[in-house]
């Protein structure tokens, strides 16, 4: 029996006691660690999408957006998680669009996780130090800042969540098997899947759970100290379920991304450049769990791996996989954490690729870290038995790593700010290494930095970055678009167009190319070419009101009102309320001499907005001609 067994069975409540001093503990460090992300805004990296430019989001739990979450349509290549777009809409009803209340809505989950890992693990082993150990490297390392601090990984939070009450109820199953405490881990288990597939890999991760510390299989001659007997067969059937689960999660995620074309091919990206990267990228985990430097939002993915990349990594790889199968018999925990580490990044590691894929991501490490953790939780203690003083110097090392562990995620975290500080802090962190290897990666990079830089109002800058993306990757057609724009807003309408152009022609289908080289080409005078691209604008979205606008103001000046009288009336109806509509639609009935039923647009547009002078003086003019 081991010192926690005893304790547990002569003093409980003291066990219980430090249990709650602990898990408080944990949570009040943990959100002095992230609290200053209440200040922090929306990033231009997947908020947009997730939160404030997604209409169905921003109008709050609608009968329609609920609907819509369960549909795959429009989600804008994003894969099924209905119940990641249940929380965010739950946080607009909760606090509108307020970025510091959504960022903390992140910083509850991670809190709330860590608690729950801390309890499952000392539920599961009884080694309370140990588990708050491995608690506070997953609160406290800065590797799991990406998780927390960008709102658009509420998947990952979310679904980390429910990781750990599967966890929960499973570890209550194995006490006592029953019908009932099953269904309780399947529930959890498909609330997991529904916030994000990442989950699909959690029955082998239970197996694990079984070999150690739950002890319920063995291994002829590797297992001692088994806590109780089970057939084998039987611990694998419960699996089953869970399998067919995951199953189906990979499936419904598959089918939700397969019809926006978004999966690169094995032409684009061979095979075997995707299995060196998933070497290279293992260790690199490793590394940053290690030494957190230079993290990143996006790590571009290489064009090649080096000869000594590779073999460096194979050694590495090889060998602590032989590490941990050789403390299989009296070292269990090595193995389990080792191949935690391993399977559960398998979903991510990059052998199936979906739209721009990065090397690898601190956001992926959120989970798998844990076994890591586990290894050194249960591994140092182990290293240094029998070492003089050996618990002072672990207490001194565990408190030591830990504050420094702080430190640095405080700091990682000012670079979540906002869009401007975390794209200049990508380019700080790959520039010396990745930048020259991926011209893709690092043109995205470059773009969301420039866009950034704009919505600041630092043009120039804007302008610079753009310059340089558009030289590493020229047929972009979002970089081509984007260099246009800001030309276009500083007055350089004959470079926008060259850019727009290029746009469209490298994406025909590319809706805000088509419009917005329609605008320019109005300024110079270019009127027919101009409608071309307000025609191929409107097939591409039929239903865009600026557009209908737009094309009726064009007629309009060609002395066609008759024809504008129908896009104008398309226009009102996406969105009756929008003044400049009803202003321009007056304008038009003016020319036609309609002047009565002009005067009314005229006053329902000042109604709208009483401030508007055009609508104002025109209606003055109608009045005039038609008293």
């Known amino acids: 029996m081991n010192m926690n067994s005893i304790l547990t069975h002569n003093n409980p409540r003291g066990i219980i006691r430090s249990e709650v001093w602990l898990c408080l503990l944990l949570i009040i460090v943990t959100l002095a660690a992230y609290w200053q992300v209440r200040h922090y805004d929306f990033t231009n990296f997947d908020d947009n999408l997730y939160v404030y430019h997604n209409s169905y989001i921003r109008s709050g739990m ?46 509850l989950f991670h809190t709330v996780n860590t608690v729950l890992l801390f309890l499952t693990l000392n539920w599961m082993t009884g080694a309370m130090w ?75 991760v239970l197996m694990l759970l079984d070999y150690w510390p739950l002890r319920r299989w063995w291994i002829a001659g590797l297992n001692s100290n088994i806590r109780h007997e089970s057939n084998t067969r039987q611990i694998i059937f419960e699996k089953v379920p869970l399998l067919l689960l995951s199953t ?32 290279v990228s293992y260790v690199k985990y490793v590394g940053k769990m290690i030494w957190p430097q230079d993290l990143s939002v996006f790590y571009p993915f290489p064009d090649m791996i080096s000869a000594g990349q590779l073999m460096g990594a194979v050694a590495v790889m090889v060998s602590l996989s032989a590490l941990a199968i050789w403390g299989l018999k009296g070292r269990p925990y090595l193995a389990v954490g080792w191949f935690w580490f391993l399977g559960t990044l398998v979903p991510v590691i990059g052998f199936v690729q979906v ?65 401007t500080t975390l794209f200049k802090q990508a380019v700080k962190a790959v520039g010396g290494s990745a930048m020259p290897q991926n011209k893709l990666g690092n043109a995205f990079i470059l773009n969301n930095l420039a866009l950034a830089l704009m919505n600041d109002g630092r043009t120039d800058e804007a302008l610079n970055n753009l310059k340089t993306a558009v030289n590493l990757l020229p047929d972009s057609p979002r970089v081509n678009f984007n260099l246009g724009y800001i030309l276009q807003q500083q ?67 060609q002395g066609r009102s008759v024809e504008a009288l129908s896009y104008y009336s398309k226009a009102l109806g996406l969105e009756p309320n929008d003044p400049a509509i009803h202003n321009n639609l007056g304008v038009a009935l003016i020319r036609m001499g309609r002047f009565e039923k002009a005067a009314d647009h005229f006053r329902k547009a000042l109604q709208l907005n009483p401030d508007y002078v055009d609508a104002s003086e025109n209606l003055k003019k109608a009045l005039k001609l038609h008293p």
């Open 62 to 107: 609608t009968q329609e957006s609920l609907v819509w979450s369960f549909t795959f349509q429009e989600k804008d290549k994003n894969y099924w998680h209905p119940l990641t777009w249940l929380s965010h809409m739950l946080d607009v009803e909760l606090y509108g669009l307020d970025p510091g209340r959504h960022h903390l809505t992140n910083v």
């Open 130 to 204: 140990r588990c708050a150990v491995v608690a506070a490297l997953f609160g406290l390392h800065p590797l799991n800042v990406e998780s927390v601090a960008w709102i658009a990984e509420r998947k990952n939070v979310l679904s980390t969540f429910f990781w750990m009450l599967t966890l929960l109820a499973y570890t209550h199953y194995t006490r006592r098997t029953g019908f009932w405490r099953y269904v309780a881990v399947c529930f959890a288990f498909v609330l997991g899947l529904l916030a994000k597939p990442m989950l699909v890999t959690l029955p082998f």
């Open 248 to 279: 189906l999660s990979v499936y419904i995620s598959s089918k939700s991304v397969q019809g926006e074309g978004d999966v690169i091919s094995l032409q684009l990206v061979p095979m075997l450049l995707r299995i060196e990267n998933a070497l």
């Open 355 to 419: 739209g721009l894929w990065p090397q690898m991501a601190d956001r992926w490490a959120y989970v798998p870290l844990i076994g890591l953790f586990v290894m050194i939780a249960w591994g140092l203690p182990e290293l240094i038995r029998g070492w003089h003083h050996e618990h002072k110097i672990l207490a001194i090392t565990a408190a030591t790593v830990l504050l420094l562990l702080s430190i640095t995620t405080r700091m990682h975290l000012i670079h979540w700010t906002d869009s």
């Open 491 to 557: 007055g350089k309408t004959a470079d926008a167009i060259r850019y727009f152009r290029q746009a469209a022609e490298l994406n025909p289908k590319y809706f805000l190319a088509h419009y917005h080289l329609a605008t320019a080409l109005m300024i110079i005078g270019k009127t027919d070419e101009a409608i071309s691209h307000y025609h191929l604008a409107l097939d591409l979205s039929p239903d865009n009101k600026d557009v209908l606008n737009d094309l009726a103001n064009v007629m309009v000046g």
